[in-house]
């Protein structure tokens, strides 16, 4: 298994102080004047925009905030890597499933953000883009799923076997 790290990026930060992004297959992380600064399981976090940052800024790791232009550039090197990575189909799973539960705890957080602001309209019913987030999610794992039927009946017995062990205790 391959764990080359690619330097993809290095960038002055506007404090002067040098960020350089790091791409291995398994996370990106950067160095900022050498000292680890940050690190994403995935090629960058999505940023969300607050009061006075800047309206190019669409990314981030960790506090390190990239130009769409950077935030491409790194993909590139992440997805490229990727491509040299063996296939875990059950982490590919696992990866899957953690996207749906991250974006159902989205949805959550966002209906308890509006419930503590006073926003009492119907909160099943009126979040559209996180309800997107969840429907993609599913979906995507849903298409895995059908494609790697074999996996899934493999988990499934698994998890039959493990409560019939647990099942007398």
């Keep these: 298994m391959t764990t080359d790290s690619v330097v993809t990026l290095t960038k002055t930060l506007s404090d002067g102080?040098?960020?350089?992004?790091?791409?291995?297959?398994?996370?990106?992380?950067?160095?900022?004047?050498?000292?680890?600064?940050?690190t994403h399981a995935g090629p960058h976090h999505v940023f969300y925009r607050r009061p006075g940052v800047p309206e190019d800024f669409v990314a981030a790791i960790g506090r390190v905030l990239l130009t769409a232009e950077e935030a491409a550039q790194i993909q590139a090197a992440w997805d490229e890597a990727q491509a040299r990575w063996p296939r875990?189909?059950?982490?590919?799973?696992?990866?899957?499933?953690?996207?749906?539960?991250?974006?159902e705890q989205e949805w959550s957080d966002a209906h308890s953000r509006r419930m503590d602001e006073g926003d009492w309209g119907d909160?099943?019913?009126?979040?559209?883009?996180?309800?997107?987030?969840?429907?993609?999610?599913?979906?995507?794992?849903?298409?895995?799923d059908r494609e790697h039927a074999e996996?899934?009946?493999?988990?499934?017995?698994?998890?039959?076997?493990?409560?019939?062990?647990?099942?007398?205790?």
Excluded: S
Aim: overall charge negative; aromatic content about 6%; hydrophobic content about 45%.
């Design 151 to 169: 996996l899934v009946a493999q988990l499934a017995a698994e998890h039959a076997a493990a409560v019939e062990r647990r099942m007398w205790d």
């Design 17 to 38: 102080r040098t960020a350089v992004v790091t791409v291995t297959p398994g996370c990106t992380t950067v160095h900022v004047d050498g000292k680890a600064y940050g």
């Design 88 to 103: 875990d189909l059950r982490a590919d799973r696992a990866i899957l499933v953690h996207r749906v539960r991250c974006a």
């Design 123 to 144: 909160p099943f019913c009126d979040d559209d883009t996180n309800e997107a987030r969840i429907e993609k999610a599913r979906a995507e794992l849903a298409a895995f």
